[in-house]
């Protein structure tokens, strides 16, 4: 059964800096684009980055020059560099990878991480 690790999250004052990562387990599919959204309480789940296939990133205007979404193929890994943390990026992040499969490609969830920013 395919499930996603991910890690990284944490409480961190405003100013610091924290990395989630994202590995797939249960398979030797590999990644093909990949996605980190964030929830904070009350709210909608929002995009924050992504990454597609080809390397090209998106990001959340909020998140812009803060955030970096990046891959490391060896790995089969996934990462979001977060620097300049604000309390208002205080959420649960989850990652979500398509991963090449036999079937095709597939969407999957992580479980979600805690990250909290406050002094």
């Known amino acids: 059964q395919v499930q996603l690790v991910e890690s990284g999250g944490g409480l961190v004052q405003p100013g610091g800096s924290l990395r989630l990562s994202c590995v797939p387990s249960?398979?030797?599919?590999?990644?093909?684009?990949a996605a980190w959204y964030r929830q904070a309480p009350g709210q909608q789940r929002e995009l924050v980055a992504t990454?597609?296939?080809?390397?090209?990133?998106h990001y959340l205007d909020s998140v812009k020059d803060r955030f970096t979404i990046s891959r490391d193929n060896a790995k089969n890994t996934v990462y979001l560099q977060m620097n300049s943390l604000k309390p208002e990026d205080t959420a649960v992040y989850y990652c979500?990878?398509?991963?090449?499969?036999?079937?095709?490609?597939?969407?999957?969830w992580g479980q979600g991480t805690q990250v909290t920013v406050s002094s």
């Open positions: 249960g398979t030797s599919s590999t990644i093909n684009a």
């Open positions: 990454i597609t296939g080809g390397g090209s990133r």
């Open positions: 979500n990878l398509e991963l090449r499969t036999d079937w095709g490609n597939r969407n999957y």
